[in-house]
Each structure stands twice: as C-alpha cells, then as structure tokens.
C-alpha cells in the first residue's frame, strides 16, 4: 500500500504499520530518497530501540531565486532565499542537516543546530555570504540560479545520504516570483506565487506557468506600403486577443484568436494599410497572463492628409480656443515652396513618442485633455526612431513602456491659452534607456513631454499674443538648460521629438527631464529620501521639507558683508554652482523669473550637502540682446539670494572670476553660445515644416511657417534682414552686455582682470605667455595654483569723499554734434564749459530747480523740436598709491546718463545703445 506522509507521522511508525499487517509493499520503493528505512523496519520488529530520523517533517516550502523588490536581508540586500517548513506536530532539531544546489555535494552548506519548532517557518538567505549564527539571520554559501536549478535538504544516516527535500529541479523563475508547494503539508503539487510568502504558509495566489510573451513579425514604426503581421505566442494552447482602437485587450475585450487545439500556439494574421496602433496579449487557464504588448505602425502618407475623416473624434468632447484641431493644414502639406511644405523624411529626422490609450481616456469627458492637471490616465509609451536613420528607420528599437500620463505646465492648461498641452509620463516601473545619450543618466521615472507655452506658433494667452507667436523657436528652455550643464551645473536633459497620441499626429514637443528628488538622486548621488525639493516658492514641496531651504533664506538676510554671515549661507549653499546657475539666467534675461520657474535641491545627509538651483521653465528668455534682469529681487527665491550676497567683497570677487571667465572664455562667449544655439535647432530645422501643418495655423489663418522660424533664428546670429529686431546679433553683442550690466550694478571690481594671449590649451616649447593688464593696473601672478588675491578681510573701512554733491563742476548743452566724442578724456579743453556746484539740466515743471546750478540751467537753450544730452566733466585728485580698493557712484538723474572714468565707461542707466558707445548730441533715454 501507499501511505502519503501526513504531519505528525513519522517514517518509523509508517513502517510498523506495515509490518504489522504483513503487507509485502517495497518501501523503498515508496520512499526512494530513504535507503535505510528498511533497516529501522526490521530493528522495530525484533524489538530494538529504533533510530528516529530527525527532519522526517521538514521540506523546502518555498523558494525565491530573482529577487529584486522584495525581502530584504539585514545588510539591505535583496539576496534570494529559501524557506524551511516544520509540517509536523513536533519540534525537530536541525542539527546534521545540510542545504545544497549540487547533487553531488548533498553536504554542501550545513544548517546550525536550531529547533524548528511545529507549524514554524525558517528563512536561509541564498546570498553565498556564508553566515551560521544562530542569533542572526542564516546565509547559506550559495546562491541560487534563476534560471533554474537543482535544491536539496540532506541528512546522513547510517552512512548514507538522504534528501529530506528537494526541488530536482526548480524551473526558470520570474522576477519577484516564487516558487513552491500550494496548500498543506499532503500536497505535493508545486507553482509560482505571485505573492510571496517567505515565514508563513503558501496561501497566495499561484499559477502553473507563464504564458510566453506575444511576438511581432514586424517591427513598431514608420512604412509606406501595406504589409502582412503575424502576431504570436510559444505557449501552446493559448489564446491571443488584440486591439486597434488604443484599449487593452483582455479574454473580455478585443479580438480573440483561439489556438486549433491545446498541443498549437495560437496565431494572428492580419493585414497592415494605414496608421495602426496594435495591442495584444495572451492568456491560458491557470497561467499567468503575458503582459500587454504595443506596436505603433505609421504612414507617412496618411499623417500628412490628417483630418476628421476616420478617426473616433465623435467620442471626443468640446475642447480648444475656437473647437477642437485635428488637421494638418492643407495650405502647408501642398505648398509649391519645398522650404514651406513638409516631406516625408521630416517624420524621421526626430525620434517619436506614441502615446497608446483608451481615447475617450483622452479627449472624452472627464479625460486628461479635458480635466486638466488633476486627472492621471494608464497609457502605453514607445520611443521610435530613435537612431533617426532616414534609410533604416525601424533597424534600433527604442522602448515600450507602461505609465500613467497627466496633463502638465502651470498656467498652460487654463482653458484655452494653448490647445496644445504639456504633459508628464510616470513609468510604472523605471525606465532604463539612455533617452539623452551618454552624457545623462539612463534611469527615468519620470518624462516631461513638453509642447510649451511662450514664445511658440500655438500661443493662445494674453501677454503679447503676437510677439510670442512671431518668436517662436521651441528651444530656448532647453537652451538654457544647455548652457548651465555646459557650464558644470545640473539641469534637466532634453531632445526634439514628434507626439502621437492614438496614432494622431501632435507635433514637435521636447521631452526633458523633471529636476526633482529622483533626478538629484541620479546625478549628485544617494537616494531621493535624502533630498529637500523644491519647485518654484519655498512652501511648494516635492520631497522632504523646506526647513533647510527657510534656513538658508533666514541666514541670507542678515549683514552678509559680517564674514560670519556670509560663512553660514556658504555652508548650505553651493556657491560656485549658484554662480553659474545666476548667469546663466542673465545672459539669456529670463524674463519669467524667479518668483517662479526654479527648482532646488538640497542633500540634508550629506554633511557635505549645499543647494544647488536648477533651470526650469526659461521659454521668456533671449527676447532681446539689451534685456536686463539684475534687478529682479524675489523673496524666496535665487534673486534674493543674489542680491543679499553680492555685498560681501568675498562673493563680489568670487562672482567676478566667474563672470569673466564664462563672457569673456568660457560657455557664454559670442562663439560657444552660437554654436549650442546651432547645435538644438538644427535639428529641428526641417521637421519644423510638420509643426507648421498641425500648429501654424492654430492661432491665425494665415499659417505660421518655416520661413518665420528661420528668419528668428538668423536675427539671433545677424543675419536676418530685418536688423530693428531686438534680437539682432544677439550672440556676437549679449556677453559684453551682460558684463557692463554688472558693472552698473556694481558687481564687478572696477579693475577688469588681466588678459592672456592664450588662455589655457596646448602650448608649443617656444611659447610665450603674454599678459596685459586692464586700465593700466598692475599685475599679480603665482605659478604654484594659488590665488594670488589675497582674501577680502572685513575689517574697519576707512571712507574717502572724493567729489561731493557740491563739488565744482563744468557741463555743456551742445546744440549740434561739433564737441567731439572725446570730451569725456582727461586732456580734453573744458576751460569754455560753465562753472557750477550744483547739477546741470534743465527743469520744464517744478521741484528740481533747487538741486540746478543757475550757471548750468540750460533752459532757454532748450528746442522744443529735439532731445537734449548733457555733457559734464567733474575733476578730483586722488593719492599715490591709492588708499582704497573700490570706487562707488552715486548719481540723482532724470532721465538717463552714462558715466565715464578717465574715458572708459563704467556705468549707464536708461541709455540707449550698447555700452561703449557714446551718446549723440540729441541722445534720447530708453
């Protein structure tokens, strides 16, 4: 007879059972593994003491072999493990007991001498460190194969080996999955649990096996003739189901292809015409499920005739300023002008981004394009193209991922100040894909797919409608994102590319990175718990708290030019990295910032931690070459900052270096910021033509088209023939601009820094180094890397009045433009200037005529007809050497002035023109 093991029983008292009833059954035959049970048999029946076979009620339960997510072992591994079950009514000691993946080493790891006690559970982690205490967590010094593998508990009796247990193999295991026996101790039927269970009983859900993913005979991508599909699984029996409409197929939804009998896969063929976005999964009973699998299949042909003819849009709901826009323009698609209309080749000189999702989940009610931000929706992503190889354009695959998709970009969604909106992709599980090349991280939780707000075709909102729309570029956050990278700082990544949503074509947007705690985490280090975050205010938190971000701005407030203040802010701010970051920023003139349009991070366990600033959201940037943002002073935010620890000497000199080295050497040199700006638009320079056809005419019935792209474009260089621009030759004047900027701020030193004739590089033997010294100073150097700036000491400052209020002056009303441009020189003849001590001008009101010399009041020389400009030259002497490091001006003006010192200017207001350059005669202010 066969007798299945129950708990409680032992293998000794089976075998007196038997005995007993003369029954002839082959023990051994029943037990295989035991090869001394018929010895104990026999001891029983003559009356000796029998052995007891300690373990008779232990098995291996349950076992993991990819663990990734789940128990973790007390050095914070995620080691696989195996668990050992006492099914018995008794304690058993595991003394002599051994664990092994090798059938020919039974004694391969032995396990501590420990009572398991009944109904308990043992967990032995697989992790080959090889640790037996009793008192901690048991590692064996193996560990285990996922894909599959012998596993064995062993004893030895009586000179024998016996397997207690075994898994003789263990099939190929899934990740996170375990593998073991289902129900109570009689059973012997194993499975997968898709809920493991380590330390308690197997009472989760569990499955015989895993239906084999689905396969596609071609791969997702663009073609231009229809084709064949077969789409497949390996699993026999299984049967497959598919969708065409963006939803998930399921055994209660799509197409359901059954197999022909349970030994055959099922297949589908079907027959590809047009766009098509192909869904499909399959299933079998008491199998796990395969995932869904999508495939974008695209005709360039059937893109470019885009309208309402045979697309689901009677699902969608009212959406857009005038109604919802489908269409790509006619006008643009059948231009005469090959620059204007759009080809084929545009679709894939960018990598697309196809979006798959129930449509209505869309643009039906209660939709994500409809609600707003407040709504996320599970959608399929799939990167394509991404090698934007015209001649290949499906050969490199990019990724299919699932995630949730929302709608994005503060005041963007509010109804209808752009029709075509922003949104975010949250992977459901990490995304590992160098999405921006080798210079980015390749792990994303997060995608920002970004159609922007300002300064684009499709602009919708009310702060200059149409200067937004006829500067349109689609690049300039990104850029200056470029540029503080370039620059050593870090700020999100981002690349072109074209959006379908269900196979609809939406145009060009920039899918970048989001700068929050998972982004941080990934390129300063440590985990995203470690981080404060930060977006736009100090009480907008994405991760930790804005205690630390509350200190910094408390400690900013104080006297930073005390150097104990200023030590305090330097400790938890990273001053060079928020140089660089601040900029930035001026040299583009971001005029949407920083009241908002920030992000900060800030490492509270590092105890090396500082925040650091991140560039977000610069679309208002490069609007104009003379733009000037030094003024900005936002609580709360980076200006703040800037302006509070511009009055320490130490940070002035600091910001200085860098100022110098960046406009004058460095990134935001006329050369490096030309070629980056190059760099992000050619790119875009063709495809742009699709952007025209789906957004060009949103906003106007005459379409926007490439040619208005391109002569924005070349204005920045100088090249566009419209010079008024204001931004004509931006690149080749901005970083002199910025710097005077700063000098009339009072930011720079009034000494400019030495100039080499080479800075930095490789040198020939012969060379020489030559340097030259600004304003005819002196020059200090070292040859050993240290500063030969002696570090600013705020000790007592001794104040000298070279030139007063009353000081004697001589200034001049010209009439036309026979004084020269020199007058502002020290050798120049004023000896015919009026004399004052007051100021010079003229009133045509009330309430400045007590601050005008009578001497110098030119009002009866005043033409109505003309602007006026008042020349004026003020003498002081000073010692040799000079007793003071710095010079501070101080002037009352109406309406603008420039300011020279002994030629060179140093300082301008409200002047128009570029610095250095002299005002006309009949000079009028900005």
Known sequence: MNHPLEPGENLTQLALVLLVNGSQTNVMNSFPHFKTALLALCCIHFGWHPFELEGQTLRINECMAANSNGLLDEDGDTSDWIEIWNYGSSPVSLAGLYLSDDPQLPDLWPLPSIRLDSNEHLIVFASGKDRRSPEHALHCNFELDRKGEFLSLNQFIEGEWMELSAFNPFPPQKQDVS???????????????????????????????????????????????????????????????????????????????????????????????????????????????TNVDTHSYFFHGSLLKQGDEGKPFDQSVRWGHTGPDWEMDPEIVTHANPEIKPTKEDFLRLPTLSIAMRFKEMFGRGGIYIAGQSVEKQVSAEWLNPASDPQAPNKVQGFQKNATLQIVGGSSPSRWKSDK??????????????????????????????????????????????????????????????????????????????????????????????????????????????????????????????????????????????????????????????????????????????????????????????????????????????????????????????????????????????????????????????????????????????????????????????????????????????RQLPTHDFFKRRSEIVLSQFKQRNWLPF??????????????????????????????????????????????????????????????????????????????????????????GYENRSGYEALISSTLNFQDSVNQSDTETIYMRVEFEVEDPIPFDRMELSMRFDDGFIAYLNGFEIARANARGTPDTPAAWNASAA
Not at 469 to 489: F, I, K, P, T, W
Not at 509 to 536: C, M, Q, V
Not at 751 to 773: R, T, W, Y
Not at 778 to 798: F, R
């Open 179 to 289: 593998y073991g026996y289902v129900g109570n101790a009689g059973s012997m039927k194993t499975a997968y649990f898709l809920i493991p269970s380590p330390g308690t009983r197997n009472r989760g859900e569990s499955v015989s096996g895993f239906v084999k993913d689905t396969r596609f005979s071609m791969d997702r991508g663009y073609y231009e003739a229809p084709f064949d599909l077969v789409i497949s699984t390996g699993t026999h029996g299984a049967t497959l189901a598919y969708t065409t409409d963006g939803t998930l197929p399921s055994p209660t939804n799509g197409t359901q292809v059954l197999p022909e009998n349970t030994t055959e896969p099922s297949i589908a063929l079907l027959k590809i015409t047009d766009s098509t976005l192909l869904r499909a999964m399959a299933y079998k009973d008491t199998y796990s499920p």
């Open 421 to 722: 909106l922003s949104m975010r992709l949250k992977f459901d599980q990490d995304l590992n894909y160098p999405v921006f090349g080798e210079d980015a991280t390749d792990r994303f939780d997060t995608l920002v797919i970004d159609a922007r707000l300002n300064n684009v075709w499709h602009y919708g909102g009310g702060a200059e409608p149409v200067g937004q729309r006829e500067r349109a570029q689609y690049v300039r956050d990104q850029y200056a994102a470029n540029l503080h990278n370039a620059m050593g700082g870090t700020s999100p990544h981002g690349r072109h590319a074209h959006v379908m949503i269900n196979g609809i074509y939406w145009g060009i947007h920039t899918i970048h990175e989001r700068p929050d705690d998972n982004f941080t985490a990934s390129y300063l280090g440590g985990s995203n718990e470690d981080y404060d975050s930060i977006k736009h205010r100090p009480n907008d938190v994405l991760q930790g708290s804005s205690d630390n971000y509350n200190q910094l701005h408390a400690l900013a407030g104080k006297d930073l030019s005390i150097e104990e203040n200023y030590a305090a802010v330097s400790a938890l701010l990273d001053i060079d990295d928020f140089i660089g970051y601040m900029l930035m920023n001026y040299y583009i003139g971001n005029g949407d910032w920083a009241h908002h349009n920030w992000y900060a991070s800030f490492n509270r366990i590092d105890p090396d931690g500082r925040w650091r600033f991140h560039s977000w959201d610069a679309e208002k940037g490069l609007h104009g070459v003379s733009n000037n943002v030094t003024g900005r002073n936002d609580r709360g935010g980076p200006t703040f900052l800037q302006h509070q620890l511009i009055r320490n000497e130490g940070y002035r000199f600091r910001f200085a270096d860098h100022a110098y080295d960046q406009l004058r050497h460095g990134v935001l040199t006329p050369q490096r910021t030309a070629l980056m700006y190059r760099e992000i638009t050619d790119p875009i320079d063709l495809p742009i033509r699709l952007e025209s056809a789906r957004w060009g005419d949103n906003q106007k019935s005459r379409p926007y088209t490439r040619l208005d792209w391109i002569e924005n474009r070349d204005s920045l260089f100088g090249l566009a023939a419209n």
């Open 751 to 840: 000494m400019e820094p030495p100039v080499f004739n080479q800075h930095g590089g490789h040198i020939p033997g012969d060379f020489k180094i030559e340097i030259e010294a600004a304003n005819q100073g002196s020059i200090l150097y070292t040859l050993d890397g240290s500063d030969p700036m002696p570090a600013v000491q705020n000790t007592h400052q001794t104040t000298f009045h070279l030139a007063s209020d009353s000081h004697e002056k001589r200034a001049m009303m010209p009439g036309d433009s026979r004084i020269e441009d020199d007058w502002m020189q020290m050798n120049f003849d004023d000896s015919d200037w009026p004399i004052g001590n007051k100021g010079a």
